[in-house]
């Protein structure tokens, strides 16, 4: 049930999303694909904690369709590397967007050490069990120094409602000690912003809206579409939250930076 809730939710719906954005139009692209996972204040908060600028090599751990990591190419100029395990995911963001995509895992990044100057991973540390694994590869692959941007769902207390399938929330706790213990220092996290403009939101609905009227029928969608609940009922009682973390692979030598903790 949770391999198949997840493949789901990960990568039945992101093929189907793309094919509704051949049929609705480009401009419903970076939207329909960053559904669930970012919102633009929270990729530009990102974005500007990792001080991404042109020519920098981005790689997206977990990447999807590919929709966080093309925003970043559109408005800083980055050159993006999508890792993705998921098949039809990854194909969802060569079609759409054209970007490079590695069909692999972040336990093991087939990438060389020190050759990404800032890593990014939305929305993926809760759905993996692993994640010291995840963050420590992450760790490798980031040039020393390197900017780490994190969108992790976190646990506020203990859980009396079911867990999406295949979704394990670290308290604040649990992060900040996987995040040292992988190499990284923490310099700055907060809540993620809400909402999103309203022509964001009406095209990633649209899309929403074809993937339903064509698939409503597939046991996949059904079952994407009970994750999604379980998601919306944990948030609702406040059981979880979102929080955007930027963090920085240690360097060797010299003085440690200020850490800048915002929280609400």
Not at 28 to 33: D, F, R, V
Not at 143 to 170: D, E, I
Not at 186 to 210: I, N, Y
Request: aromatic share 4%; with cysteine.
């Amino acid at each position: 049930m949770t391999a198949s809730a997840m493949v789901a939710e990960f990568d039945d719906v992101a093929g189907w999303t793309a094919d509704a954005v051949e049929h609705l139009g480009q401009r419903h692209a970076i939207p329909a694909t960053c559904r669930g996972s970012a919102s633009p204040a929270a990729l530009a908060w990102l974005a500007e904690a990792c001080e991404l600028s042109p020519g920098i090599r981005l790689l997206d751990v977990g990447a999807g369709a590919g929709g966080p990591a093309a925003w970043a190419a559109e408005r800083f100029g980055v050159r993006p590397i999508l890792l993705e395990p998921m098949p039809a995911a990854g194909r969802a963001a060569a079609r759409l967007f054209g970007l490079p995509v590695i069909a692999a895992d972040g336990r093991r990044i087939p990438l060389r050490t020190g050759s990404a100057d800032a890593a990014w991973c939305l929305g993926v540390l809760c759905t993996v069990r692993d994640k010291a694994a995840v963050l420590s590869e992450i760790h490798r692959v980031l040039t020393p120094g390197g900017s780490l941007g994190l969108l992790v769902v976190v646990a506020r207390g203990p859980q009396t409602l079911p867990a999406p399938h295949g979704n394990h929330f670290p308290t604040q706790r649990e992060l900040l000690a996987l995040l040292s213990g992988a190499g990284f220092e923490l310099l700055e996290q907060v809540d993620q912003p809400h909402g999103a403009p309203l022509s964001w939101s009406r095209r990633a609905e649209q899309v929403a809206a074809v993937v339903a009227a064509r698939h409503r029928a597939d046991p996949a969608y059904a079952l994407a579409t009970h994750q999604g609940e379980r998601f919306t009922r944990l948030f609702a009682s406040g059981q979880i939250t979102v929080r955007l973390i930027h963090a920085v692979s240690r360097r060797p030598t010299g003085r440690p930076r200020t850490p800048h903790m915002e929280e609400r």
